[in-house]
């Protein structure tokens, strides 16, 4: 299974809320459970998950809600060196992840 991070960027939270979420209803019917939110606010938004979904369909079922005004990145983490999350996200990431991690 493959980890992707989902990062996107917006005017304003409030106008794009519906939109957030449609995209949050995406990935969890893509991955299941086997997503976080790294960090949501008034311009930025970031969604880790891990899917077996190939890639074609990941920007098949994401790629309509980008525009100019709500742009967005589709990583795929090969490797986490080291993180500052919130304890529970942390926890995720680090279980899909060699040992060798640390949380500073």
């Known amino acids: 299974m493959a980890i992707y991070q989902l990062t996107f960027c917006y005017p304003y939270l409030k106008e794009y809320a519906v939109t957030i979420r449609h995209i949050r209803d995406e990935v969890e019917a893509l991955s299941g459970s086997d997503w976080r939110i790294v960090t949501s606010g008034e ?3 970031a969604i880790v998950f891990e899917t077996n979904v190939g890639p074609e369909q ?33 926890e995720w990431v680090d279980s899909r992840f060699p040992r060798t991690l640390k949380l500073l």
């Open 43 to 45: 311009h930025v938004c």
């Open 58 to 90: 990941l920007v098949s079922t994401l790629g309509n809600y980008g525009s100019d005004s709500f742009q967005f990145l589709l990583t795929e983490v090969a490797v986490a060196v080291a993180g500052y999350l919130p304890p529970d996200v942390w």
